[in-house]
């Protein structure tokens, strides 16, 4: 079983052309999938080690690594007290950079519509459906969040990031306030009791090609947008310039070339069904079903940071990118040996 896994991330062009990137997600998914090795192994000094880097590398690695670490500590054989310190440095860890080296390096704080893609979906959906029912007051209170008219007319069912560029972006030196957002909140809520189809309609639109083996209109891609990033495109955080995975002088049939890889590995009958986040999707559920059917608590624990990802998965903006489900399907293999483990 062991030198089929092994087989699978060698030779899938996928994982190749993924591991190539040199940005946060390909790091992130491998310290995922450390961690959840090191779960199972109960090697402490490597799970609050891999806990760390997951916390360090995306923002919403402290929702996946804590809560695991908390079932963990659970177990009846649990290491309770290292288990508990390892929980105390990734929360230490995380308020240390967000509150306190972000300040320090002057770096521009996360935008509050950043995590916000499922109701931004929904409000933007309802707006370019029900905009001549709405009251003038939904619409200020939405306002106070973005244009309300931007937002309607720049929804695309499958890219949240088109909305909140177009219409919810609001510049970092005017963040919208508390209050602001409890007045958008309750806004969203009301147009939900009136429209509850819609707001599952919007959801269903930006995450189907996460559990289901239909493609994304948006394009299936594995590689990143390499060297198309203009000037002005590519965002600047303390002085630092990212967007460029490869060099400037990088001849164009290079990248013609990487495209014709990608574009035979997505389509071709053997390798398609594994460049689908859809299939690691399956073997999750598979996984879960029969640890509940066989009483396996600890493979249900080791579960859980493939669905907490699986879940980051459906809040993000994008329908069926395959960067982001790649840190749960790294770790499908593992979870699906562990099927046949004895212990």
């Given amino acids: 079983m062991r030198f089929l896994f092994l087989a699978l991330f060698a030779l899938s062009p996928l994982f190749s052309l993924c591991g190539a990137t040199v940005e946060k997600n390909i790091p992130y998914a491998l310290f995922t999938l450390l961690f959840t090795v090191f779960a199972y192994e109960t090697n402490i000094a490597g799970l609050t080690l891999s806990a760390l880097m997951c916390v360090l590398m995306r923002h919403n690695g402290i929702h996946v690594v804590l809560p695991t670490i908390i079932v963990l500590m659970f177990a009846r054989s649990a290491p309770k007290k290292q288990l508990a310190l390892a ?63 931007t937002a309607a007319r720049h929804y695309n069912p499958e890219l949240a990031d088109a909305v909140k560029k177009g219409g919810f972006q609001n510049p970092t030196e005017n963040p919208p306030t508390k209050e602001d957002l409890n007045s958008y909140f309750g806004v969203w809520a009301k147009q939900f009791k009136r429209h509850p189809l819609t707001y599952l309609e919007a959801t269903l639109n930006n995450t ?60 071709f009958p053997l390798t398609a069904p594994f460049c689908r986040p859809a299939l690691y999707t399956c073997i999750l559920i598979f996984v879960i079903a029969f640890a509940v059917r066989n009483r396996r608590r600890k493979l249900l624990a080791l579960c859980l940071p493939s669905v907490l990802s699986f879940l980051v998965c459906v809040a993000s903006p994008v329908n069926g990118d395959f960067r982001y489900a790649v840190a749960y399907a790294v770790c499908a293999p593992f979870l699906l040996g562990l099927c046949f483990d004895k212990k």
Avoid at 91 to 96: A, E, L, P, R, T
Avoid at 234 to 262: C, M, Q, S, W
């Fill in 87 to 149: 929980a105390v440095l990734c929360v230490i860890s995380y308020v240390g950079v967000n509150n306190i080296l972000v300040k320090v390096l002057n770096i521009p704080p996360v935008r509050a519509t950043e995590a916000m893609s499922i109701p931004i979906q929904q409000t933007a959906r309802y707006a370019s459906l029900y905009s001549a029912e709405t009251p003038q007051s939904e619409k200020d209170a939405i306002d106070k969040i973005a244009s309300y008219d």
């Fill in 208 to 267: 189907y090609a996460y559990y289901s083996f239909y493609d994304s209109r948006l394009g299936m891609r594995c590689l990143p947008a390499v060297n198309t990033y203009s000037e002005t495109g590519v965002e600047n955080y303390a002085g630092v310039r990212f967007g460029h995975v490869f060099p400037d002088t990088t001849p164009n049939a290079v990248f013609r070339g990487l495209r014709k890889i990608e574009k035979k590995v997505l389509f």
